[in-house]
Structure formats: structure tokens, C-alpha cells
């Protein structure tokens, strides 16, 4: 597609439960990276991925949180027994490999996790 | 490390007044640099970037120029309207070796414009 899309728009879960959000990037973008933003304007990356490679995992709290980016499926990420300070929203972006500098990032729309 | 300084909002203006919003940073190499909108309720969107010192980026009215010497890459508007109301965030792409693309982003800055 021509946007990136993410879904669901929203999820509740409670303390304890599971998570999972997904995200199609833009067809033909070969990166994909996560966000977290959980104060109005604050944004933490998590994890980014080359295809279905993982890239950059410094920002994942690995202990609960997981992401996979497999061939014809949206990528995914996973947030097992989530906590309440995992409320935030969660932005997904993709790029294009052609110019890795200055190719910029197309975000979605996010997915608003609260915890209960 | 890498990092990106904005001047802290919330910002309130008149419509049709002169906008800016500051924007420092601190990087090894010579990192690209965005500014990216978020509309309430949406998600970012680019508005415009510099790849190279001197380089004007510049769109919806928007204007920000990479400035090696000071570097900044502060975000100017001549004139606001009530729709330009978002969060705007500065952001850099670190050149580090290999193929990593994570951004390093600001705190975003929020501007309000009253009508």
C-alpha cells in the first residue's frame, strides 16, 4: 500500500495480559522501525528491522517485548504480561533502502496501548 | 553520543504571526536533519528535511536551513494559520557505520494557534 498501516487503531488490555499490534509498511520499503511514545512528545525508538532481519534491538525491554517482521506478513510486535507504565502509543515507520541517509520516514497513524 | 536540543513549548501564537522553533544538535559526521509534524490525533509526518550543510528545506510555507557552523536547524514560518496548530519535532539520522537508520529525535515542541 501507500501508508503505512497499523492496527488496531486502539487496545485495552489488562495488567498481566498480552499485546500485540501490528504494522504493514509501505510496499516496496525494505525498513521498518517502532516507536514508543509515552509522554505527549516523547519518542523512544525500540527496535528496527532490514526486511525480516532484525537491525537495532537497543531500545527493546527484552525481557517482555518482542517484534518479528516475517516475508508476506505485517510485521508484529508482542508485548507479553504488559506493565502499566507500557501505556503509550506505538508508532510504526518504514523506509526505502535506496538512500539510506536521507530517506525518510513514513510513519503510521500508531496504535494507543492502555494497560488497566 | 548523538542528540537534538528544542526549545520547549507549548508555543501560542496569533494567526498570521511569524513562527520559529529552535533546534540544536550534537553529531559526529554529517547527519541529515527533519522536522516532523504531528497533526492531533495523527500520526508524524515529514515536512521537510536537509541533507548537507546549507541546505534549505522547505515546504507548506515552512522553511528550516542546516547550519553547520551553529549547528541548528531552526524551523521558520512567515505567517501562521489556525491549521499549522501540531507538535513538531527536529530530528537527526545518525551516520554511523553500517546500515542503521535510527532517528534521534527532540522532545517535540507544541504550537497552538489561536484565530
Known amino acids: 500500500g501507500e501508508e503505512v498501516a497499523q492496527t488496531p487503531k486502539h487496545l485495552v488490555r489488562g495488567e498481566g495480559q498480552k499485546a500485540k499490534l501490528y504494522c504493514a509498511p509501505i510496499?516496496?520499503?525494505?525498513?521498518v522501525f517502532w516507536y514508543q511514545q509515552v509522554l505527549k512528545n516523547e519518542f523512544k525508538f525500540l527496535i528496527s528491522?532490514?526486511?525480516?532481519?532484525?537491525?537495532?534491538e537497543t531500545g527493546m525491554p527484552k525481557e517482555r517485548f518482542s517484534a518479528k517482521c516475517l516475508p508476506n506478513s505485517p510485521c508484529s510486535l508482542e508485548i507479553q504480561a504488559t506493565k502499566l507504565e507500557d501505556s503509550a502509543v506505538y508508532f510504526c515507520?518504514?523506509?526505502?533502502?535506496?538512500?539510506?541517509?536521507?530517506?525518510?520516514?513514513?510513519f503510521g497513524n500508531g496504535t494507543r496501548l492502555t494497560v488497566t | 553520543g548523538d542528540s537534538v536540543t528544542q526549545m520547549e513549548g507549548p508555543v501560542t501564537l496569533s494567526e498570521e504571526a511569524f513562527l520559529t522553533i529552535n533546534c540544536t544538535y550534537t553529531a559526529t559526521g554529517y547527519p541529515s536533519l527533519f522536522w516532523y509534524v504531528q497533526y492531533p490525533g495523527e500520526g508524524l509526518q515529514l515536512l521537510l528535511k536537509?541533507?548537507?550543510a546549507d541546505d534549505k528545506g522547505s515546504n507548506k510555507g515552512f522553511e528550516a536551513t542546516y547550519r553547520k557552523e551553529t549547528t541548528s536547524f531552526h524551523l521558520e514560518k512567515g505567517s501562521v494559520q489556525v491549521s499549522d496548530s501540531a507538535v513538531y519535532f527536529c530530528?537527526?539520522?545518525?551516520?554511523?557505520?553500517?546500515?542503521?537508520?535510527?532517528?534521534?529525535w527532540g522532545l517535540g515542541t507544541s504550537l497552538a494557534v489561536n484565530p
Open positions: 536537509a541533507t548537507k
Open positions: 528491522f532490514q526486511n525480516e532481519n532484525v537491525f537495532d
Open positions: 515507520a518504514s523506509s526505502q533502502t535506496s538512500d539510506r541517509k536521507s530517506s525518510p520516514l513514513h
Open positions: 530530528a537527526l539520522s545518525a551516520t554511523n557505520a553500517g546500515n542503521n537508520r535510527k532517528l534521534i
Open positions: 510496499k516496496g520499503h525494505s525498513y
